[in-house]
């Protein structure tokens, strides 16, 4: 019997691009769904044992450990929504908002990661640095939320205006009085040097700033940084 028997081999099930996104995979494993985009994974489905583990389960573990009953979250950034399912599970009552520019990411969500299935979840499908320089235009109000979460990584590259000045005071008007902000960074050997100044950079927007690396698949150790408003 070969040694791979019983193993299942990923299967392309839907390819496109976008305005956005060169490469927009999804893959079938068994009964789990992946969210490839420019060859990295980008989400999990919420049934994946692996989910847990890897990047979006330890920032849903950083919000755990550090919030108290809050009230509601701002993830910038949406994929397939793997973080939002694994908050829920922490916050079965927390207010979510996500912000995905990307509406091919959007539909993908909804098709095949059962984003949809999230009460309570409100959708934004905008530019984050317009959202969060001018909210009040996209419904959201300054001061409000517990927790904001800026995961804005295309591929294997985090978004310019995550380090903007000008992005990171809107985001720290948007957070609650010693509310949480919470950023993931890839940390491969080639991205390190960056993530390492960008937090040198925030230390000058928030305090009692905290790391976590986060061991992954071989292409995707990530870095979270997280501190108070």
Same mark, same amino acid.
């Given at each position: ?138 419904? %959201?109000?300054?001061?409000?939320? !517990? *927790? ?5 990584? =295309?591929? #294997?590259? &985090? /978004?310019? +205006?995550? @380090? ?23 940390? %491969?050997?080639?991205?390190?040097? !960056? *993530? ?5 950079? =925030?230390? #000058?927007? &928030? /305090?009692? +700033?905290? @790391? ?18």
């Amino acid at each position: 019997m070969s040694v791979f028997a019983g193993i299942s081999l990923p299967e392309v099930i839907y390819e496109t691009s976008s305005k956005y996104n060169e490469n927009i995979k999804v893959l079938q494993v068994g009964d789990v769904f992946k969210l490839s985009v420019n060859n990295f994974v980008q989400s999990l489905s919420k049934n994946s044992k692996s989910a847990s583990r890897l990047c979006w389960g330890a920032m849903a573990e950083v919000l755990k450990e550090e919030l108290e009953d809050p009230q509601s979250i701002l993830i910038l950034g949406l994929g397939g929504g793997t973080t939002q399912h694994l908050i829920r599970n922490y916050f079965p009552e927390v207010g979510l908002v996500s912000v995905e520019i990307d509406p091919e990411i959007v539909d993908i969500a909804k098709k095949y990661f059962d984003i949809e299935s999230l009460e309570d979840h409100k959708i934004l499908l905008d530019d984050a640095f317009r959202v969060v320089v001018e909210p009040e235009k996209h419904g %959201l109000e300054k001061n409000s939320f !517990d *927790a904001v979460v800026v995961d804005l990584v =295309l591929g #294997d590259t &985090f /978004s310019n +205006l995550g @380090t903007s000045g000008n992005f990171l005071s809107a985001v720290k008007k948007l957070m609650a009085p010693g509310g949480l902000v919470l950023f993931n960074r890839i940390y %491969l050997d080639d991205y390190q040097e !960056d *993530a390492n100044n960008f937090k040198v950079l =925030l230390e #000058d927007f &928030f /305090s009692d +700033l905290s @790391t976590r690396v986060v061991a992954g698949y071989t292409n995707s150790d990530n870095l979270l940084i997280y501190g108070r408003s």
